[in-house]
Each structure stands twice: as C-alpha cells, then as structure tokens.
C-alpha cells in the first residue's frame, strides 16, 4: 500500500514519529558544533588570525639582529603587520645611549658593560675582540649592505610594532631615556596577544 | 615608457623590495613600476613580493647582470 494511501490521522502519526526521531538524533549535532565552535574561537583558531608576523628579539650580536631586521623589514614589505618584542641582549638594538643618572652601582656596571647601541654590538661568533665586527662591517659596506643601525631606523618607518619588555629593563637597568621613541612598553602578556595571532612567530 | 622608475641597482637584501613597497605605496591600480637591481636574490624576491601582494610581474630581464623587473599595480 502507498504511504500516501494511507489515512490523514495515520499518516500525520507517522510524519510526528519521524519529525520527533530526527529531531533527537541531530540535537546532538547542533550542540557539538557549537562547542566545536567555541573550542576553536578559545584557541585562536583561524577565525582570529591575522596577517602577522611576531619576532621576539633576544640576542643582542650584529648578525642576529641583522637576521631580524632584515625578516621583519621583508615581512612589512610583503604588506604584513609585523610586531617585535626586544627583550635582554635585544635591547642593545633599540638603545640610542647610555646614562648613568639615577642608576644604582650594579645598575651603572651592568651599563658599562653593554654596547651602547646597534652600532657597536659584538657578533655572536669571531668577535675578537671586536675586530669580528669591524671584519663584517666593511665586507657589508663592499656589498652595499645595510648598516644595522639604519635597518633599525627603517623598521620603525615601516610601521613595524616595537615593544621594549620592562621586566628585563629593570633587570639591567635600562631607563626609557635610554632607548628610542616612539615605541611601546609591556610585559609577557603583550608578546603573547600578538603571537596566538601571528602567521609567523620567531624567537631570535 | 613606465610610469615611475626605481633604481636599485648596488644596494643588497633587503632593501630592493623595502624600496619597491615604499614606491608601491603612492601609486594607483594600473599605473606600471620598472625596477632595476643587481642583488643576486632579486628576481626571487620579486616574484614571492608579486605573489603575496597580488600584483603583477609583467616582465623580467637580465642585461649585462641587471636585472629589469615592470610590475604593474592591481587593485
């Protein structure tokens, strides 16, 4: 016999244990797919990804602050958002002098003992004394390569974010006065906002 | 005859495509680019630059080692 053979009351009896069967298997569904959905909006996933590049810069040598401008100044050239988190030795790039006003005397030896900007960092290896520098500087100037402290001054051009992490300018005792413009202050939490939503992230 | 000119020729990574971003900056859709450069990486370079920032190497040659790349600006 056809279904639609069948009498109205029977028929819609059976329509309703359909409907209700359906409804019980895929409410289920509903529900794990917005849990699936709120699981991926916590992590961060695609959804909050942006078009950036995130660099935390540690080192302080001319030759690994030279790989990290020269990637974040690429990576804004590439029309990417870049941010850099200068932390430690990383300092040393964005520094423009050194005082010793207000400092205290482990404050004052720390200074000493640091470059006193990106002209005059040593390289990570054949440092020699700082002839290994002096060596790289010249092959760099026959190539036309740019200087580091003007690559540093090109980044900020670029519009690439600069963060100076506190923590570790008060660990060394690094003022603010001590450091270039125009640049932002923070903390861990900072590095990490901007990471979670980078395409690239590098630890240099 | 393109609409403006960039020599690049002498200077190394990264610096012809900082400069070719910067000139891109203040030009409109259409409008054509030719740079020229010596740096060994730059046809690469420009190519993943054109890729990425979707607009178009329209040609690149090599004369004498100086490379020639015309981009033309998309929207």
Not at chain 1, 22 to 48: C, H, M, N, P
Not at chain 2, 39 to 50: K, L, M, R, T, V
């Amino acid at each position: 016999m056809e279904l639609s053979q069948l009498p109205d009351d029977l028929r819609a009896e059976i329509k309703r244990i359909i409907d209700d069967e359906v409804e019980k298997k895929t409410r289920g569904f509903s529900d794990a797919l917005d849990q699936l959905r709120l699981q991926v909006e916590k992590s961060g996933g695609a959804g909050e990804q942006e078009d950036r590049a995130t660099l935390v810069v540690f080192s302080g040598e001319m030759d690994t602050l030279f790989a990290a401008c020269t990637i974040a100044s690429g990576a804004a050239a590439m029309g990417m958002n870049v941010s850099m988190f200068f932390t430690f030795w990383g300092l040393n790039a964005i520094r423009v002098g050194r005082s010793f006003k207000g400092k205290t005397i482990t404050e004052k030896m720390v200074a000493c003992m640091m470059p006193g900007g990106p002209k005059s960092v040593p390289t990570s290896r054949m440092n020699m004394a700082g002839m290994g520098p002096r060596f790289f500087k010249y092959l760099m100037k026959k190539r036309n390569v740019e200087e580091l402290p003007n690559l540093v001054e090109l980044i900020q051009e670029l519009g690439v974010r600069m963060v100076a992490c506190e923590t570790s300018m008060m660990v060394m005792g690094v003022k603010r006065e001590e450091l270039i413009e125009g640049i932002d202050y923070g903390g861990v939490a900072t590095y990490l906002e901007d990471a979670a939503k980078s395409k690239i992230t590098l630890f240099i | 005859m393109a609409d403006q000119e960039l020599d690049c020729k002498a200077i190394s990574c990264p610096m012809p495509i900082v400069r070719v971003a910067k000139a891109v900056k203040s030009m409109t859709p259409g409008q054509t680019l030719e740079v020229q450069a010596t740096d060994p990486s730059f046809q690469a370079d420009i190519e993943a630059w054109a890729r990425r920032t979707g607009n178009e190497l329209v040609s690149f040659t090599t004369q004498d080692d100086v490379h020639s790349a015309l981009i033309q600006i998309k929207g």
